[in-house]
């Protein structure tokens, strides 16, 4: 009887551990960070690219200032920066404050990052970028070809309350070369207190995606301030989603009907939103 058991606890160790070894596998083949198969992009040399990112460390309920780690998440980040570098982009990286841009560990972990959060892990240069962005008040978003707004839960704590993110967006919408502006996930916040010169909201009636309410709902992380679907629906947004058995496997990508804005669903959909960006940028 005692040999029996220990078969089956070696049995059930054992499967533990098989499944351990494969569930990155299976969670890619389910959706998670898709492999980019679609078109690459050849760009004129000379462009330049803006990626922002969050400043927000901890996952806190309203009106507290502690709660689990936080901030940008690694895919949302390392996907465009070398979908862009890789192009002969230049890449600079900002915040709103500008500093540390913090990477929530749990993106890291071994079923979820990808080669590229790898890549990002053993890149000096750009985590000398990361630790040290650019506050956006020493920038002038105009000077940029594209501006890519970078997701995860922290950018719903200050992308979307920072009215002079909004006011720089709007500046970089109205320069002459006409910079494609866009972002994934949470990162599409901070397009909601742009306005035009008639002081109407820029994004109003515009074909726009982000993160759902159903993903955020299914993940259970409902206390951050803001939520993307919601704001932008509240913007004037014509919302656009796919859907999914949960929506942590789904991905869109949607390009405005003028081609100035490329907006992202969530973490699976940054090598494509930073492609059809550079594809505009490129004609």
Request: proline fraction near 5%; charge should be negative.
């Amino acid at each position: 009887m005692k040999g029996k058991v220990l078969k089956v606890l070696s049995g059930i160790v054992i499967l533990g551990g098989l499944l351990l070894l494969t569930l990155p596998s299976l969670l890619h083949k389910a959706g998670l960070h898709p492999v980019y198969r679609g078109e690459i992009t050849e760009v004129p040399a000379g462009k330049r690219a803006l990626i922002i990112a969050t400043n927000q460390a901890v996952l806190s309920e309203p009106g507290e200032t502690t709660g689990p780690a936080t901030g940008v998440m690694a895919s949302e980040i390392s996907h465009p920066y070398y979908n862009f570098m890789d192009a002969g982009i230049q890449v600079d990286v900002a915040s709103i404050k500008g500093g540390l841009i913090p990477v929530d560990p749990q993106t890291l972990g071994r079923f979820v990052k990808t080669p590229e959060d790898d890549r990002f892990m053993a890149d000096p240069a750009f985590l000398a970028k990361v630790k040290n962005s650019v506050p956006i008040a020493d920038l002038d978003f105009t000077q940029y070809d594209i501006i890519f707004l970078a997701g995860g839960w922290g950018a719903a704590y200050d992308l979307g309350y920072s009215e002079l993110l909004g006011l720089k967006i709007s500046d970089a919408f109205y320069a002459e070369h006409k910079p494609v502006i866009g972002g994934v996930c949470h990162g599409v916040l901070g397009l909601i207190n742009a306005k035009d010169r008639s002081g109407n909201l820029l994004i109003a009636g515009r074909r726009m995606t982000g993160v759902t309410d159903k993903q955020i709902k299914e993940l259970g992380i409902d206390m951050t301030p803001q939520h993307p679907e919601t704001e932008l629906r509240k913007a004037g947004v014509i919302f656009e989603s796919n859907t999914a058995f949960r929506d942590l496997f789904a991905t869109h990508v949607v390009v405005d009907d003028e081609q100035r804005f490329v907006t992202g669903q969530n973490q699976n959909s940054g090598h494509e939103t930073a492609q059809k960006m550079m594809a505009i940028i490129a004609q």
